[in-house]
């Protein structure tokens, strides 16, 4: 028999996305897939971007989110998260989040593709932790707020045309399935796709494959924003080390010793992301690259994040150049919502990383994904509340992939990380892109019998779908086989499951 009493909502991830929502609905259960406030909020080095200063406005950071979003921005979403940015910052400081302050006044940094200083930090580079440390501490002290670690969501239940629940696996790999309302994906990114990246292992995007599973449209999936600077330490991930370094005066130099992003672009190292990754990555074809803060003020004090990786590579961040690599770092594109963060699936909604609201368009502005996941998760919670949505009585079903979410990869994984990185990273072409799709497909019948590698798959085909069909360069999506931007291609690449039934991986 079927309790009549749920939750309002299965909310799925525990980063700032997932635990917005949850503390401003109530009443819902938190699934997060290791332990609470796992993900890459905690791990963020960069911050707030909130238009607080006396010369600053709600529109002027509009204005610069769009700038960088290669003309695909979305303004009333720019708008609607940059007004709630403000109040956002401020609901965070009541739940006890300490940001830097100057003076009592909130610090404000600046960070590639700002106009003015806008970004409120925690730490100095350790912003995400702070702000995981408020929100967890604030989800353990709601009864109401029920919390399931070390589950792995599988798949969206479906009764007839909506969602009315979800199937999950426990750390003993028990199937069980949670029925609800409505279910809020807040599951992410996807850097477990590269071989390169800076985000946890946990990135496996898994809310996109169980969106597109559940028919759920994607959108703008080619759009990959890759840091400029991660420390290369061959490590898996690897450590970040912040924009806010190159904002606070840190020079990027080749292993002559000589500035080139000045002859790149007029803001040198504080271009876009993509466009300083793209340099990184040309000059790494025949010369190192290295991150010089050495005439950072304080900067081992101001940055300790930055500096602790540096002394685990055995440098001094005071003292020495630091190597640096690009690496996958966030996804512009994701599942399909509205303003209200709904999908095109009845009682789906997805919030954060994993969602395509339209605010970043084909380059995020730095700084703006932790805001756009605090504003989304109230957002959606506004939503979820004043929607009226029956009890679900529909029989509970656990069907899925016959492996368990901790047993070993395939093999086939780390191949396709690395061609990924190789193909369908920095730099793409029409050979490579399909090169890659080949290679999922032939490997669909080992892949899609392991949860999480099933997810990997289904999130890499839609990454080289789009960026195949995608026959220019504009923002995170470089064509080396199309290198100039067509103004005829302003319009979102769109996915949807009829599209490509052979590899749904279903």
Known sequence: MIATSQPRAIIVGSGIAGLSAALHLGNCTVVTKSFLGAGSTRLAQGGLAVALGPDDSVEQHVADTLAVSGGMGDRRIARQVAAGAIDGVEWLTDLGAAFDRRRGQLQLGREAGHSLHRIVHANGDATGAE????????????????????????????????????????????????LAPAVVLATGGIGGVYSATTNPADATGDGLAIAWRAGA??????????????????????????????????????????????????????????????????????????????????????????????????LNIAEDRLPVTPAQHYFMGGVVVD???????????????????????????????????????EVVARSIADTSAPVSRAAPSVAGVSGRPTDPMPSEVEFLRQAMWSDGGIVRTADGLNGVATLIESWRPVLSEHPVARNLAITARLIVGAAARRRESRGGHFRADYPTTDRNQNRSVVDRRSMAESWSFA
């Open 131 to 178: 702000v995981m440390r408020a929100l967890t501490t604030a989800v353990r002290e709601r009864p109401d707020i029920e919390v399931l670690e070390n589950t792995f969501a599988l798949d969206a239940i479906i009764d007839g045309h909506r969602v009315v629940g979800l199937s999950v696996v426990d750390a003993e790999g028990a199937a069980t399935a949670l």
């Open 339 to 377: 303003q209200q963060g709904r999908s095109t699936v009845e009682g789906l909604y997805a919030v954060g990383e994993v969602s395509a609201t339209g605010l970043h368009g084909a380059n995020r502005l730095a700084s703006n994904s932790l805001i756009e996941g605090l504003v989304f998760g």
């Open 217 to 314: 449209a994607g959108r703008d999936c080619e759009f990959v924003q890759f840091h400029p600077t991660a420390l290369a330490t061959g490590s898996d991930p690897l450590p970040l080390l912040t924009e806010a370094l190159r904002g606070a005066g840190g020079l990027l130099l080749n292993d002559d010793g000589r500035r080139f992003m000045a002859s790149v672009h007029d803001d040198a190292e504080l271009a876009p992301r993509d466009v300083v990754a793209r340099a990184i990555w040309k000059q790494m074809q025949t010369s190192p690259v290295f991150l010089d803060a050495r005439l950072v003020p304080d900067v081992e004090r101001r940055f300790p994040t930055a500096a602790a990786s540096a002394r685990d590579l055995g």
